[in-house]
C-alpha cells in the first residue's frame, strides 16, 4: 500500500509569512513529486514539480526534497490571501505504470490580511 | 496548447438513474486519461485510466465503466446510480510519449449530486 501523508490542517499565517506545507511517503522507491493547489470548488491545479533531491524554487514558491526521508515539502514565501486553498501532495513510484500518482488528502492553508 | 474539457459542470440526478460524464482533451495525441473521483472531505480516489483507444483499467470495483471511444475522448458510465456516488469527478490527462515528467493535468470537473 502506497500512502502519502499530510497534515490536514488548516494551517493559518498572516500576508507576507512562510508558509511550511509538508508530505511524508511510504514508497521508497518513488522518483517523482508533485503539488497542486486546489481552490474551493475548483479542480486541483499543478504549481511544481521535483524529481531530484534538493530544493526547486519557481517564483514564489520552494519545493523541498529529501528521498532519504522519504519527505517533500512546499514553502510559499510572502504569502498572500490569494494562496488560502488545498494544497495536494502527488508521488508517483518508480514501478508505477502509466503514470498513476497517489495523493495526499491535502493540507488546507488559510493566509489571513 | 493542451487543453481538457469536461461536461456537464454539475448535475443532480435521482437514485437509480443513468450517468454519461464526458471528458476531452485537445492539443496531444495519445495522451493517458484518468477518471478521479473526490467525496466530500475525502482525497482524490483514481477509478479508471486509459493508455488508448478501448483500453481501460478500473481501480476500484464499483457501479461506474468507463471508455475511450476516440483518441481524445473519455467517458464515464453508469447504468444506475447510488447515493455514494455523489461527488467531484474529475478527468486528468498526462503526455504519454518520452519524455514524460508524469505531470497529470486536470479538467474542471462535474459536481454531481445524487439525489
Known amino acids: 500500500q502506497k500512502e502519502v501523508e499530510q497534515n490536514s490542517g488548516p494551517l493559518s499565517v498572516p500576508e507576507g509569512a512562510i508558509a511550511s506545507l509538508n508530505c511524508t511517503y511510504s514508497?521508497?522507491?518513488?522518483?517523482?513529486f508533485f503539488w497542486y493547489r486546489q481552490y474551493s470548488g475548483k479542480s486541483p491545479e499543478l504549481i511544481m514539480s521535483?524529481?531530484?533531491?534538493g530544493d526547486k524554487e519557481d517564483g514564489r514558491f520552494t519545493a523541498q526534497l529529501n528521498k532519504a526521508s522519504q519527505y517533500v515539502s512546499l514553502l510559499i514565501r510572502d504569502s498572500q490571501p490569494s494562496d488560502s486553498a488545498t494544497y495536494l501532495c502527488?508521488?508517483?513510484?518508480?514501478?508505477?505504470?502509466?503514470?498513476?500518482?497517489?495523493f495526499g488528502r491535502g493540507t488546507q492553508l488559510t493566509v489571513w490580511p | 496548447s493542451q487543453t481538457i474539457h469536461q461536461w456537464p459542470a454539475t448535475l443532480v440526478q435521482p437514485v437509480g438513474s443513468p450517468l454519461s460524464l464526458e471528458c476531452t482533451v485537445e492539443?496531444?495525441?495519445?495522451?493517458?486519461l484518468y477518471w478521479y473521483r473526490q467525496a466530500a472531505g475525502r482525497g482524490l480516489q483514481l477509478l479508471f485510466y486509459?493508455?488508448?483507444?478501448?483500453?481501460i483499467s478500473s481501480e476500484v470495483p464499483q457501479n461506474l465503466s468507463a471508455s475511450r471511444p476516440q483518441d481524445r475522448q473519455f467517458i464515464l458510465s453508469s447504468k444506475k446510480l447510488l447515493l455514494s456516488d455523489s461527488g467531484f469527478y474529475l478527468c486528468?490527462?498526462?503526455?504519454?510519449?518520452?519524455?514524460?515528467?508524469?505531470?497529470?493535468?486536470f479538467g474542471p470537473g462535474t459536481r454531481l449530486t445524487v439525489l
Open positions: 486528468a490527462w498526462r503526455e504519454n510519449r518520452a519524455p514524460s515528467y508524469n505531470e497529470q493535468f
Open positions: 514508497d521508497r522507491v518513488s522518483q517523482s
Open positions: 521535483i524529481y531530484s533531491n
Open positions: 502527488a508521488v508517483k513510484s518508480r514501478g508505477s505504470t502509466l503514470g498513476r500518482l497517489y
Open positions: 492539443g496531444t495525441s495519445n495522451p493517458n
Open positions: 486509459s493508455v488508448g483507444i478501448g483500453q
